[in-house]
């Protein structure tokens, strides 16, 4: 099987003087755009967003001020755990903790 190429347009178009497409030439162009976009709706379904897991090599490592927050809260939650104080697993469960504790004594 030999592969023809496409033949360079014979007539060029009045208004702008580009090659005028033939029929085919054209028909061709819509195949390939609409198996384009059937490509990228493929993938675009089947992406697993947001990723399931992040490589150890990927991981940016932290800023300076990343480093001393964390270094912070560490220091926080040690001397809460020596004091006897619970201590929550996020502080968003403290917060919703003390909303709690609020409502009950109101």
């Known amino acids: ?3 023809r190429k496409m033949s360079a347009p014979s007539a ?3 208004t702008c003087r580009r090659g005028a497409l033939s029929p085919a030439q054209k028909l061709i162009r819509v ?3 609409a198996q384009r976009a059937l490509l990228a709706k493929i993938i ?3 992406r697993v967003w947001p990723p399931r ?3 150890y090599e990927e991981v940016p490592p932290p800023t300076a001020q990343e480093r001393e927050r964390f270094r912070l809260r560490l220091l926080d939650l040690v ?3 020596e004091a006897g104080e619970d ?3 996020h502080c968003d469960v403290a917060a919703a903790r003390e ?3 609020g409502e009950g004594t109101a």
């Open 1 to 3: 099987m030999s592969r």
């Open 12 to 14: 060029l178009c009045p």
């Open 31 to 33: 195949k390939v755009a």
């Open 44 to 46: 675009s379904e089947t």
């Open 53 to 55: 897991y992040m490589r």
């Open 79 to 81: 001397d809460r755990i």
């Open 87 to 89: 201590v929550p697993d």
């Open 99 to 101: 909303r709690m504790r």
